[in-house]
């Protein structure tokens, strides 16, 4: 197992502690070890040694997907992670060529995209990682601790360390260092800790959706050979709320989500499960699960908002502390956005770092605050066409609404605007590329020929039993 830590022959401080073990937290370890002589992971579960859901990451049961900003990003902390996710059983797949996909009444055409995306479950991804953050020399792992606040001296313009103890209570203790990393996730407590300490309190933004989402696995079947390795029928907002969603994971297994918006989602039970399955926009899902042996239970999980901590806006904002993650941003999950922009948030603290540690905090959280801009109007202005959802929407949300299904529907027919619009949802590109004159001109003048249409994979109900079995 290669590690990556190169420090630099000054490195920015002596020692980080960064608290919040999962996806964030840990690509946040990796780039520091190359900035400090010693990091502390602290994190309040214990780590399994396996691939295993745990309580602190109770989403990690759904599905998730990397995109692929995400992976190159994991690629730069981890040099050669790709190759342990594939030894570990998880699969690189081309994007397009591997998934069906319904979207705008039409199937997109299952081309070589150029855009690749790894197959497999988020605890595999996440315990890969945090193998190669432990094989990381400078590193130091304090799993089974929480931090319970955070310590300054006399002066509360310097975060100085955390209070670290078990979860639960018990015996405080401190942990002094150069610079704290809150990782913590959505329930991050930094906002009352910092107003404790006499800061203003960070202004949120908040957009609720209650999107539900519901996961099972299920063994893929024998001989089954549909001709995707995922399956997703898109919502269409604001008409259909509900998606579906066959994800292939390690270990010939299918990850199946269904889930909806406003509370629409099915329930754990199995007929209810299966029942929304069968009301989805295209009978292929609920064909493919039919014939699939169900691995374990229904894994339902409720999002309730979007939240953005507007943390580049305090007037004040101590040094020696950065807030990561979902601690900083969390999107709504159906647009896969979350892993990416921790990944980003954490190789943004790198570059922040080479300038080195006097002002790190205040560059960090302004670069963030801008980084944030793209991700969160992608998820925010999908959410905002429901009525029922409330939030400020822009002047040219209608516009956008209506340029962004034309380019939706423009990429079931159109190889070179799939290929953008792939680029664009995968981070890889600029929205703007969405708006370039070529794609303005393909958006307002081309139309599907009736081929395209008809082209799609077979519903399950169409091909012999025999051949399914
Ligand atoms: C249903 C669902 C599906 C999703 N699907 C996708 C997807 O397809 N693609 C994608 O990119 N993202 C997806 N996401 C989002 C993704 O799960 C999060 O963005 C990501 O996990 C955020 O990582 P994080 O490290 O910031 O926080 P978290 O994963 O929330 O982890 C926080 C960690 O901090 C620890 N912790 C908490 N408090 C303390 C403390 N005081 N001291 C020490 N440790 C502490 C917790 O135990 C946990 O380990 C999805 C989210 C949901 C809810």
Not at 412 to 433: G, I, K, N, W
Request: hydrophobic content about 35%; charged content about 20%; overall charge positive.
């Amino acid at each position: 197992m290669k590690t990556s830590s190169t420090l630099p022959p000054t490195p920015a401080g002596k020692h980080a502690i960064v608290y919040g073990g999962s996806m964030a937290g840990l690509l946040a370890t990796g780039v520091l070890s190359r900035h400090f002589e010693r990091v502390t992971l602290v994190e309040r579960d214990r780590f399994e040694d396996g691939p295993q859901p745990r309580k602190g990451v109770p989403q990690s049961s759904q599905v998730h997907i990397l995109l692929a900003r995400g992976r190159n990003v994991l690629s730069e902390v981890f040099p050669g992670i790709e190759q342990e996710l594939k030894a570990a059983g998880g699969e690189i797949m081309d994007m397009t060529e591997s998934m069906a996909y319904y979207v705008s009444g039409l199937w997109r055409p299952q081309i070589r995209g150029g855009v690749s995306m790894s197959a497999h479950s988020r605890p595999l991804l996440e315990w890969v990682v945090r193998q190669r953050m432990r094989a990381l020399p400078n590193v130091r792992v304090l799993d089974g601790r929480e931090a319970a606040g955070l310590k300054t001296d006399a002066d509360p313009t310097r975060i100085t360390g955390v209070k670290l103890q078990a979860p639960g209570g018990g015996q405080e203790e401190v942990l002094e260092g150069d610079l704290v990393v809150d990782a913590s996730g959505r329930g991050s407590r930094t906002p009352q800790w910092l107003e404790a300490l006499g800061y203003p309190r960070v202004e949120e933004t908040c957009i609720h959706v209650d999107v539900v989402y519901a996961c099972r696995l299920y063994q893929r079947p024998p001989g089954f050979e549909p001709g995707w390795d995922s399956l997703t029928l898109s919502p269409q907002l604001p008409e259909v709320r509900r998606l579906g969603t066959i994800q292939r994971i390690e270990n010939n297994l299918w990850q199946v989500m269904l889930g909806g918006w406003l509370g629409d989602g099915p329930s754990a039970d199995e007929a209810s499960f299966l029942e929304f399955a069968r009301g989805l926009s295209q009978p292929h899902l609920y064909e493919a699960l039919r014939n699939a042996q169900p691995v374990g239970p229904i894994h339902r999980y409720r999002f309730s908002h979007n939240q953005r901590r507007h943390y580049e806006r305090m007037p004040r904002f101590p040094e020696g502390l950065v807030v990561i993650g979902d601690a900083f941003c969390s999107f709504n999950p159906v647009y896969g956005q979350g892993m990416t922009t921790g990944a980003l948030q954490a190789e943004t603290l790198g570059e922040c770092l080479r300038r080195g540690l006097a002002g790190v905090s205040q560059r960090y959280r302004q670069c963030v605050g801008k980084l944030l801009e793209v991700p969160w109007m992608l998820a925010t202005s999908g959410d905002l066409r429901l009525p029922e959802v409330e939030g400020k929407r822009p002047p040219v949300l209608g516009l956008l609404s209506w340029y962004g299904d034309r380019v939706q529907r423009l990429t079931c027919y159109d190889e070179e605007a799939l290929r953008v619009f792939m680029r664009v949802m995968h981070m890889l590109e600029s929205p703007a590329a969405m708006f370039s004159p070529r794609m303005v001109f393909k958006v307002l003048t081309s139309e599907p020929d009736t081929v395209a249409l008809s082209r799609g994979p077979k519903p399950l109900a169409a091909v012999p039993r025999a051949q399914v079995a």
